[in-house]
């Protein structure tokens, strides 16, 4: 070790003898290159694997997203079917074995009979009646997505049985069928919906922010003013004013358009805050410079930086609006029959006395639980991806 200079005399500076090569310099480790050189989404993606309720919650969704893409071809029955031998039918057992023997998918047929101390219809399996399930077979026929004819069904009764997973309605319609074809509307209500918030949001939140002046001063009032309203007597207002002569179809553009239009508020404060960080950067000065619009700037180098923000925002605004068409559909002033989703099957069971008699018509909460704890998880997953500080 180099001793220390007598007291005043400066200290040296240690200099190198050995020649430099600037190829020797120190080399990251392929661990280190992979990490240093992936891009924000591959390391996004590599801590959203670590949320494993989030990863578990993605795979579900995409599962359910999937399905309703072949509907039809997965219900047992078409959707307006009825079974006047089979009405509030209670659900059905699937089973694999008859007297210890092995004869695959199956379920007993049944006796109905009419109880006259409280007129309800009393189902009983027939043990002696084996029902084979049939799979990939021929049964009601239906219009795929409403364009193409088609009879194929996933899973269809034996010739001449009958097979309700969850049972039937007050008019012999399969619930679990029901339930299928209403995933198609709920699920991509939400999507549509939060698809327009999410434009109100960013167009409006991006002028605010960045513009600032008195139109961040005028949106910023008027964002607090809606989201002084309470939300449901503000939605029953504005779907109770849609014309009863709308077909069903301009229902549901409707009511997306209803939940969209009152949710957008907390996105906009979202990319007005953003923004008014970002405005102040030197990228942004110097495309102003070259003359970019403020439309350009917004639109192609400030909100590109935070997009992953921005999706989980949206993400976990879906569930909302899965809530509102529920209970919109729920109270009777949603969409209304013949299109089904969850709320408009949850209306069938308004009735306490029904409910308490025929427990499986509240089936249909169970798919909005899971998709609403779903889409939370998921938007809990990617907001902890998206922050750079965890």
């Known amino acids: 070790m180099t001793p220390l200079p007598p007291p005043g005399q400066p200290l040296r500076h240690y200099v190198s003898t050995a020649p430099f090569d ?16 992936a891009s ?14 989030a990863l578990i919650s993605a795979i579900i969704l995409a599962i359910l997203y999937a399905m309703i893409i072949i509907a039809e071809f997965l219900a047992p029955y078409n959707l307006a079917t009825r079974n006047v031998s089979a009405i509030y039918a209670p659900p059905q057992s699937v089973r694999l074995f008859h007297e210890g023997s092995f004869v695959g998918p199956f379920v007993y047929g049944r006796t109905v009979q009419l109880n006259m101390d409280n007129l309800k219809r009393e189902y009983k399996d027939d043990t002696k009646n084996v029902q084979k399930l049939r799979f ?3 049964g009601d026929k239906y219009k795929f997505w409403g364009l193409i004819e088609a009879d194929r069904h996933f899973v269809c009764p034996a010739e001449g049985g009958q097979f309700f997973l969850l049972g039937t309605d007050q008019l012999g319609r399969d619930v679990f069928s029901r339930i299928i074809y209403g995933a198609r509307i709920s699920l991509t209500i939400g999507l549509l919906g939060v698809s327009v918030s999410f434009i ?3 167009v409006i939140g991006g002028i605010a922010g960045y513009r600032g002046g008195i139109i961040d001063l005028l949106t910023q009032r008027l964002i607090e003013v809606l989201q002084s309203l309470p939300s449901i007597p503000l939605w029953l207002a504005l779907a109770a004013i849609m ?16 939940l969209g239009l009152l949710d957008w508020t907390g996105l906009a404060r979202a990319v007005r805050s953003k923004l ?23 639109g192609r180098h400030l909100v590109p930086g935070f997009m992953s923000h921005l ?44 409910v308490a008699l025929y427990p499986w018509l509240m089936l ?9 704890l779903a889409f939370n998880f998921l938007g809990d997953g990617l907001r902890d991806a998206a922050d750079p500080y965890k």
């Open 22 to 37: 600037p190829t020797t310099t120190e080399t990251m480790s392929e661990q280190q290159k992979r990490v240093f050189l």
């Open 40 to 53: 924000q989404w591959k390391l996004m993606w590599w801590k959203f694997k670590r949320h494993r309720l």
């Open 136 to 138: 990939f077979c021929s």
């Open 200 to 202: 109100l949001g960013i």
């Open 243 to 258: 014309p009863v002569t709308w077909s069903p179809l301009l229902v549901y553009f409707g009511i997306t358009f209803i």
């Open 276 to 298: 008014l960080a970002l405005r102040e950067e030197d990228y942004v000065l110097a495309a102003q410079l070259m003359g970019a619009k403020g439309s350009r700037i917004i």
């Open 311 to 354: 999706i989980a925002s949206a993400t976990i605004s879906i569930p909302g609006m899965i809530l509102g068409e529920t209970a919109l559909s729920f109270l009777g002033l949603g969409l209304r029959p013949p299109i089904v989703s969850w709320g408009v099957l949850l209306n069938e069971a308004t009735n306490i006395n029904v």
């Open 364 to 372: 249909p909460v169970i798919p909005v639980i899971v998709v609403i």
